[in-house]
């Protein structure tokens, strides 16, 4: 079996696009914007309100690609991993956590200055217990993710990998995620693991 | 699986301005660990930070173009590592990999900072670039398990052959921001930390810069003393944001999976180099872990007595000083431990151990529920 690309979804400046089709748009702040999406989609967490925003963008975006991909509940904890990428790592929270070292720090916040928090909670969210890695780049890099996801799929325990860029600082945002699997059959949105169609991805 | 040795290592820490020197301290069982009240909230905690004196050194010793306490402490032992161990930084063969939380952090919340300075990314291309190397560098920030995620990356790199050599920094250093931080997480010891100990009260802080050469090729000097990075693993609790897995579960994971990947069995590591934060919680569960790999009577140590927590850097650090103990034959003692204080007993050593040693593993996990293995071996 080869590996593909069984499904991708991105929030980006204003919309939402599922395997290539815009579901939602809409020109508000990426809180509102968010929130509407949430409502809108059905993205349920009891913490979500508590979580950062890096966190809130890249588990809204994973969670609407996991919903359409059904087959990501068939594997068992260790068969899931994740890595991710971005350029300005937890910055948006670490500016937000300085600003209250001026009256009393917040813990809350202080959680939430490292990026490798939004894998924790797609993790917890979903009982992946794989190999996950964060990573800070300039820009995507799609020859990254094939060469790393290639090897976590000949080591180990990995199965199936939840990968891509998540980016937030002030307004500027852009989550672009993507599933590869090794399926037994073929459906309408797969498409073949390799450089060129991960950058195509990222676009 | 490709052979992987460890071509060079350097470290940077109040311990030491060399891998060498602060071994060599280690053993004399000197700490770097100083009493320190936090600049805003006033709480009285103990943490490994650079003296003024060996700041002034360190400026000496590095370069105007590296202006903040972060940037220097990534270049000097990597300037070591490149000018000692033979290693072709300007090959397209050779990539440079970074591991660190917070960068340089200490400048956030200054009017004249620009965002761009406070950037990863841009540090690690600045050094890169100041060595010539033709690649993009690569950052890995992975919370505590940075500085062990860098070298399990850097293996994949390896592996696939696209690189033959992966030259590694990491630091992080000790801020308002971080000690803030943690003591509103009430994580941070008012005196100096005791991993494992009955009456461990939590974490101390530490700063420090490591850099560690891996390679799939044999240096010309032979392969005497070579230590290999045999197997790895990552794996994620999945449990809570901050606090560490109930059972253990996952961190032994890692640690099977890491052993599996290296062809070793429990009976064949010699002594483990846990993570021993000296949080009630954290060293609990690693006790736990340690238990259910089998690896709970191996003579086991923290290096967080000596050097505190040294977040993103911690696990090259303290992987380092495992590969000096495989060169010298003698395990580490931990310090601060007096009586035992986890529900499952581990063997924590309090006098260095003169021993034949020919394996070890290192465990490590952190925020976001990360746990990491890695384990090294003599050739």
Redesign the interface.
Known sequence: MEKRITGYCQLKNGKLFLNGKSLFEADIPVDEFLQKIVAEFEVKHPRFGKMDRLSKLGYTCAEILLKSLGNFKQYQ??EVS?VFAN???S?DT??R??KT?ES????AL??Y?????V???I??K?????????????VP?AN?FF??I???F????TKACLAGWVEI?GENYNCTLFAVEMPKDNSENQIEFNITNINKLFE | MKRIWITGDALVTPLGFSSGENFASLLQGKSGLKQIALP??GFSTWASFLSESQLKMLEEMTLPVFETRFEKLLFLPLKQVIEECDIDAKSSKTLFMFAT???N?EL??NENVK?EQ????VS??KISRHFGNPN?P??????CISGL?VQ??AM??L??G?YDTVIIAGADTVN??IL???????ALSPDPCRPFDRDRQGINIGEGGAAMVLSTIIPENGRNHLIEIKGS??????????GPSRTGL?LA?AAE?AMN?SGLLPGDIDFVSAHGTATLYNDEMEAKALTLSGLSKKPTHSLKGYLGHTLGVAGLIESIICIHSLRNNVIVASKGFENAGTLDQLNIITQNQYQPVSACIKTMA?????NAAVCFSKS
Do not use: W
């Open positions: 904890p260790y994740l350029a300005s790592s910055l670490d500016f956590f300085q070292l009393i720090a917040s813990p202080f959680v200055t490292l990026p490798n928090l894998l924790a909670e993790c917890i979903n009982g992946f217990k794989g190999e996950n890695l964060f990573l800070v780049s300039d890099e990254l060469e790393i290639n090897q976590m000949a080591q180990n325990t600082l | 805003v909230s939380t917070k960068g952090i956030i919340g965002t406070l950037s990863l990314f690690a291309s993009k690569l950052v890995v920030s992975n919370a995620a399990i990356t994949k790199f592996e696939n696209q308002p921001f803030e931080g943690f003591n509103s997480l009430l693993a990552i794996t994620n609790d999945a449990n809570h944001i901050s996952e994971k999976l990947q952190g925020f976001g529920g990360c």
